[in-house]
């Protein structure tokens, strides 16, 4: 987009302060990860749950200049404002208009599944033949959707995008900003689900966003899709694709048989092509892409062609560990100009003192000068110590780049030339087209690489905060548990992103986690919920917060303070004793808890107390119990205190079965990871942990012959058995010896045979098709957390707390 803010102003009806002149090219709606400030503006959007207006001060801090924002918040001469009913709406009607400016082919994709893999792949599919708009990732939502549009320029003759809803009445608003000429609805599944009615209600909504598509292509597998589509939608030409019968589209060859290839009918027409991944999400998507491509009258052969080329569409960002004290962000899976800022919006989560990039040549793209500049100026932005680039194309162009600047023509030849070997202390950010294998570099910068890896999904940790955020009001503050090495999940790697996230407070368990927290760069405040007595230097020292449940942790604590010449009031917590009996002041004892606060330079920050069963249905009049004593107590504290602190009682359960009771503050732990007891609640949620690793060694095993030590296991018939590199002191408990454990491998539940070892185990593979170096899951999919911790006799928190610290942490954001 080119606008001046003038013209925006005319086309939102919004109203202007300031120089009208004023080009306006992005539009940013998260501060954090402005990566760009050139003619950019800042857009404070308001939700339920934000208010965007927070972070005006920070854009304008990293040099923004433009604001569109409900309100304006204060005067300056440099700041031009865009103000607005709405900043929803006004996102909105700047799309609509914008789009209706450009006569590109619109495809538009809804669906509960699949958006984003049959959009990438479309793209993949048809850019070299056309010229190719898309939604960034999985931008699909009021907010999304209108900044994908506003992507579309003068040159673009296909735009596909996707758009997605999780409650009722949002296609409508969708579909009055874009309504594509071709329509593609994927598989309809359970996803937000909740938040309809009914699965009818769910499709029709999401049917609304084809109302003047000429065409739709459709997963015809669900009966009610099915006959809905052909009812509601009975004048358009409608393409069905699936595996059931009565699709225009369909597969007709036996997809579970590796050594067939997969058949397609095509109307009268076959297609045959073989087929690496053969999951039925996979092919159905396939599918869709064939009925498109067939519908832009490609030949077979080019369709098969292009099928073959597909790239299984890896849209995440891993972060490594790197020697010398590096961080590696690896992006080597695509590489074209949306992903480079989606990069460089990633990137800026992170404070790593010096930043460097591997940049390969990109492979698509026509006009390669205008490209490489756009580029470069993307680049020159972002103040990189060093660069290093790879490649014919963009070697030739080293000029543009203003940092220090190295070329070479193959990836191979960087990795020779060891300039990497010296960088300490950096950010190292690779991004590579595929076919440069800039993937090697990771492996040779990260730290020890290791087979069995617990890999965290960040995503997934934010997405179950969100889940219980719905249940609370705004305004309620959420404290995360991170004690235990965030229930096994990491260090600091997880506070820094709960931080990054805003969340109010963090929970450590003793002094030494939250100082290790500190050291690291954490700034949110931190309650120790357990500070031993030797421990209050540090909490004084680190700024921590401690939780106070007795007169004589009071009385320690304060006499720390007087001997430390601690000035102003410190910030206590006072724990309530109220059912769990473990720790905290008893209601008889709150008289005398006032007299001795009043003595004291301390500050009660909090009053709060632990649900003994939260998660525990048939104990839900003792839980009312407790909270019903905890409100008591607490009002009376209060009361004596004459200020009101705030007040937290609930833990994640709590959260999801008791959220009436929220008080002014929750504090979640397990429900981070994505366990939760409540049954409804429970598919809402993505696991966040997985712990992997893979097939050291496959052995033939003859009847008789006996696996491990002590000879526990013998073999009851011919078999084979794998070797897996994970044993009790990474976590995996010699209890499930022996058939009382299993993994998946292939996805498939495979038991543990002979005794667990303390660095491996054995599982039988019987005639299962699985290879030396196959991957294998302990736990989260088959089996899942919860069915592990049932083999091992406990509960998911012992499980994840179990896993041995030499367990590398891997961390995977989107
Ligand atoms: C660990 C802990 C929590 C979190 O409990 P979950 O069941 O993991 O949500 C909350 N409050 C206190 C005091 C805790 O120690």
């Not at 857009?43 to 005006?56: L, M, R, S, V, W």
């Not at 699936?242 to 067939?260: A, C, L, Y």
């Not at 696996?707 to 084979?720: H, L, M």
């Not at 005794?755 to 991957?775: I, R, S």
Request: overall charge negative; proline content about 3%.
């Amino acid at each position: 987009m080119n606008y001046t803010a003038q013209q925006i102003a005319e086309i939102t009806h919004s109203q202007l302060i300031g120089d009208g002149t004023q080009l306006v090219k992005n539009i940013a709606f998260d501060s954090r990860t402005i990566y760009s400030t050139k003619d950019t503006a800042f857009i404070a959007i308001k939700t339920q749950q934000n208010n965007g207006e927070k972070y005006i001060a920070s854009a304008v801090e990293k040099g923004i200049s433009i604001i569109i924002a409900e309100k304006q918040l204060f005067e300056s001469d440099s700041i031009v404002w865009l103000i607005t009913d709405n900043t929803i709406d006004f996102l909105q009607k700047l799309a609509r208009h914008h789009l209706h400016q450009f006569s590109l082919q619109t495809i538009g994709i809804a669906g509960s599944n699949g958006k984003t893999i049959v959009k990438e792949w479309l793209y993949q599919s048809l850019c070299n033949d056309f010229s190719v708009v898309k939604s960034p990732k999985s931008f699909n939502s009021q907010i999304g959707l209108p900044l994908s549009l506003l992507q579309i320029n003068a040159e673009h003759q296909i735009g596909i995008f996707e758009a997605g809803i999780s409650q009722p009445n949002e296609m409508h608003r969708l579909e009055q900003i874009f309504s594509p000429k071709v329509g593609i609805l994927t598989h309809i599944g359970s996803a937000h689900l909740a938040n309809f009615e009914s699965e009818a209600q769910l499709i029709d909504e999401k049917l609304q966003l084809f109302s003047k598509s000429e065409i739709l292509f459709f997963n015809g597998d669900n009966d009610l899709v099915y006959r809905k589509i052909n009812e509601i939608y009975s004048t358009k030409t409608l393409i069905s694709y699936g595996f059931e019968p009565h699709n225009d589209i369909k597969i007709t060859s036996d997809w579970n048989d590796r050594q067939e290839d997969i058949s397609v009918q095509y109307f009268d027409e076959v297609i045959t092509f073989p087929a690496q991944q053969r999951d039925a999400a996979t092919l159905s998507n396939a599918l869709a892409i064939i009925a498109i491509l067939k519908h832009f009258g490609f030949e077979n052969e080019i369709i098969i062609e292009k099928l073959n080329q597909l790239k299984s569409v890896e849209m995440r960002l891993e972060s490594a560990i790197g020697v010398r004290n590096n961080l590696i962000i690896n992006d080597s899976f695509n590489l074209d100009l949306d992903s480079l800022k989606i990069a460089f919006q990633f990137i800026k989560e992170y404070n790593k003192p010096e930043k460097v990039l591997v940049l390969t040549d990109f492979v698509e793209g026509k006009d390669l000068n205008t490209l490489y500049d756009t580029v470069a100026q993307l680049i020159n932005e972002q103040n990189f110590d060093k660069i290093f680039l790879v490649g014919q194309e963009i070697t030739k162009r080293r000029n543009l780049f203003h940092s220090e600047t190295f070329t070479f023509s193959t990836t191979n030849e960087l990795t020779d030339s060891l300039h990497l070997n010296k960088i300490e202390n950096s950010l190292i950010l690779l991004k590579g087209a595929r076919k440069f294998e800039i993937e090697k570099l990771k492996s040779l910068l990260e730290l020890q690489k290791h087979d069995t890896v617990l890999e965290v999904n960040l995503n997934a940790v934010l997405h179950n905060i969100n889940v219980h955020k719905s249940f609370l009001k705004p305004e309620t503050k959420m404290m995360a548990m991170v004690k235990a090495y965030s229930y096994g999940l990491g260090g600091y790697e997880i506070a820094e992103f709960l931080q990054h996230h805003h969340i109010d407070y963090l929970g450590v368990a003793v002094a030494d986690e939250g100082a290790d927290l500190r050291k690291n760069g954490i700034t949110t405040p931190i309650i120790v919920m357990n500070p031993e007595q030797h421990s209050y230097n540090a909490v004084i020292e680190y700024n921590l917060e401690p939780n106070i449940y007795s007169f004589r942790v009071l009385d320690l604590f304060h006499k720390q303070l007087k001997q430390a010449n601690f000035v102003g009031n410190f910030p206590i917590h006072i724990k309530i004793e109220t059912g769990m009996h473990r720790l905290g002041f008893k209601e008889f004892e709150i008289d005398e808890l006032l007299q001795k606060l009043k003595t004291m330079n301390v500050k009660v920050a909090s009053i709060f107390s632990h649900l003994s069963s939260a998660d525990v249905p048939e104990e839900r009049d003792y839980t009312l119990n407790q909270i019903a004593h905890f409100q008591k107590v607490s009002d009376r504290l209060m009361s004596g205190l004459g200020y009101t602190p705030i007040r937290h009682i609930l833990n994640s359960s709590g959260i999801l079965n008791y959220p009436e009771h929220q008080f002014d503050m929750v504090r979640i732990g397990i429900g981070m990871v994505g366990v939760s007891y409540n049954e409804k609640i429970k598919p809402l949620l993505q696991s966040a942990v997985t712990f992997k690793s893979v097939i050291s060694q496959i052995s033939d095993i003859q009847k008789g012959e006996s696996i491990g030590y002590s000879r526990k296991y013998i073999a009851e018939e011919n078999t084979r058995v794998a070797t897996i590199p994970v044993g009790y002191a990474d976590g995996v408990p010699r209890l499930l010896s022996n058939k009382n454990g299993f993994v998946g491998i292939k996805g498939k539940k495979m038991p543990i045979v002979g005794n667990v070892c303390m660095d491996m185990m054995m599982v039988e593979l019987k005639d299962l098709n699985a290879k030396e170096g196959d991957e294998v899951v302990i736990f989260n999919g088959e089996p899942s957390l919860e069915e592990f911790a049932v083999y091992c006799n406990t509960i998911p928190y012992e499980v994840l707390t179990s896993i041995s610290r030499r367990v590398k942490r891997v961390y995977i954001k989107n």
